[in-house]
């Protein structure tokens, strides 16, 4: 079984800095994709980026150019920095596994290997 673990989440100010991590532990598979979810207060969980084991990336329009999803495989661990926040990235942030990046970028699925959360807050 694949545990994941965030940490990193916190208060910021409008157009500060976060870094969130992610470490897997556990039985992980030799090759596995890495993503950040989001969910706001009343809102569906959102995909936010993904990254194949390989290094290929991908991200939802809204944080393109101040996100970046990076990965340690021989930490097993996964990175999301997040520059220029704005109060609309307040959300509970999650870290999810899968085969492959593809099938993270569509969406959560209940097959993901997911994190407990960590919530990010955003002030005007």
């Known amino acids: 079984q694949v545990q994941l673990v965030e940490s990193g989440g916190g208060l910021v100010q409008a157009g500060g800095s976060l870094r969130l991590s992610c470490a897997a532990s556990g039985r992980t598979s030799s090759t596995y994709a890495s993503g950040w979810f989001r969910q706001a207060p009343g809102k569906e969980r959102e995909f936010v980026a993904a990254i194949s084991w390989t290094g290929s990336t991908y991200y939802t329009d809204s944080v393109k150019g101040r996100f970046t999803i990076s990965r340690d495989n021989a930490k097993n661990t996964v990175y999301l920095q997040m520059n220029s926040l704005k109060p609309e990235d307040t959300a509970v942030y999650y870290c999810?596994?899968?085969?492959?990046?593809?099938?993270?970028?569509?969406?959560?699925?209940?097959?993901?290997?997911w994190g407990q959360g960590t919530q990010v807050t955003v002030s005007s």
């Open positions: 999810a596994a899968s085969a492959t990046l593809n099938t993270l970028v569509n969406g959560p699925r209940s097959s993901h290997r």
